[in-house]
Every structure is written in structure tokens, then in C-alpha cells.
């Protein structure tokens, strides 16, 4: 049973454009929900995290949206650059533990 | 420094072998993980020590063995594997009590034959 879902596998943008990468969650008890980058033949690179209780972070150019009557979580990525290809994962932390549950990642590709 | 570190980076060994993972890490963190990853599969986690004890034992089967020396250094002994336990095995650590920014390794590439 797969708690954290990212349904799209992979994901194409244009360089300068939004890219959004969606994560749907299935459990109440997580309180942090977390995105990670990975290259090929590194470990995943932690970007952002959002606390439950919000709705809204913002880094840079990453933003994580939060909406938990729908139990869903999206990455904003603005202007997506050639750099950004990669396999991002979220994430959702168990509340009150040290336990991250992984979502099955989505590729994405930034063209030029 | 925010690097964890992992030896070997590639290891093959044979269902009869010991062998070990090693993972370090020099930022002061208090709680080092490890994740088993399969082929196009999520990190699935397998112990957490926090203050070099172990906190989580995600039903991890006992031919896998952690081990935590020092506050710095995490090992997974390996003895009796199966082919299917051919997978990434990633190392990472954080502030305890804090393991939403999770600082990971580059994996160990396992292959068991």
C-alpha cells in the first residue's frame, strides 16, 4: 500500500517555463512533507519542505503548495532550467518520528 | 561540510559472504538512517539510530546487521544474502529529532549472486 503517490512518472518543460510536480499522500499522520532531487549515481539532494500546518513555503525558485483537505502536495519550479532534469521524490514524514515515506519519484526533463 | 560519505560504492558478493557497508558523516548530526532502494522504487527505510541507539528497525530481515561505533560512523553488516537483496543501499543522517532535511550518501550498489 503506497501512502505517498507521485503519479506521473516523468514530466517535460521548456526551459524558462513552470514545472509542476505533483504528490498525492493517503495518511493524516504525517506532519512535514519534504522534496528531494536526485541525479543519476548520487543520493537525493534535499530542496524544500513545508510543515503541515501551512500552506505555502517558498525558496528561490521553488515553491511547495499544501493542501490538506485534498491530501495533496505540488512543487512549483520557476523559471525551470536545463539543471533541474532529474528524478525529484517527495516525501512525508510520520508524525513525530524520525520515519520519511518516499513517493515512487517523477523524471523530469528541462529542454532547451 | 555537508558530505556523508559511503564505502564501497560498488560491491558484489556471494550468497555465503560477510560483508560490510560503511557510512560517515562529519556535520554533528545525532540520527543516521538506512535506506534499501530498488530499480525505479522509492528509498524504503530500514534502521534509524539516534544517539547512536537504535530507533527504528523497519522489519528488516536479521541477515542484515547496523551498527552504530560512534556518533560519526554507521555499518551494515551483510552475511547470507539473496539475489533479491540486490538494490542501492543509501546512508544518511540529520539532526536528531529532525529528519525532515535528511543529508544523503551516494549509495552502495549491491549485487548479490
Known amino acids: 500500500d503506497q501512502q505517498v503517490k507521485q503519479n506521473s512518472p516523468s514530466l517535460s518543460v521548456q526551459e524558462g517555463r513552470i514545472s509542476i510536480l505533483n504528490c498525492d499522500y493517503t495518511n493524516s499522520m504525517f506532519d512535514y512533507f519534504l522534496w528531494y532531487k536526485k541525479y543519476p549515481a548520487e543520493g537525493p539532494t534535499f530542496l524544500i519542505s513545508?510543515?503541515?500546518?501551512?500552506d505555502k513555503n517558498e525558496d528561490g525558485r521553488f515553491t511547495v503548495f499544501l493542501n490538506k483537505s485534498a491530501k495533496h502536495l505540488s512543487l512549483h519550479i520557476v523559471p525551470s532550467q536545463p539543471g533541474d532534469s532529474a528524478v525529484y521524490f517527495c516525501a512525508a514524514r510520520v508524525f513525530n518520528t524520525d520515519k520519511l515515506i518516499f513517493g515512487t519519484g517523477t523524471r523530469l526533463q528541462v529542454f532547451p | 561540510d555537508t558530505e556523508v560519505t559511503q564505502t564501497p560504492k560498488h560491491l558484489v558478493m556471494g550468497m555465503t559472504n560477510k560483508k560490510s557497508l560503511k557510512c560517515e558523516q562529519h556535520m554533528g548530526h545525532r540520527a543516521m538512517y538506512w535506506y534499501k532502494q530498488k530499480a525505479k522504487k522509492p528509498p524504503e527505510l530500514m534502521f534509524v539510530y539516534s544517539y547512536e541507539k537504535l530507533s527504528i528497525n523497519e522489519s528488516v530481515p536479521s541477515r542484515f546487521s547496523p551498527e552504530c561505533p560512534n556518533s560519526s560512523l554507521l555499518n551494515l553488516h551483510l552475511h547470507a544474502l539473496q539475489p533479491e537483496d540486490s538494490a542501492l543501499y543509501l546512508c544518511a543522517s540529520s539532526q536528531a529529532g529532525s529528519p525532515d532535511t535528511q543529508y544523503f550518501g551516494p549509495g552502495t550498489r549491491l549485487t548479490v549472486l
Open positions: 513545508i510543515s503541515s500546518i501551512k
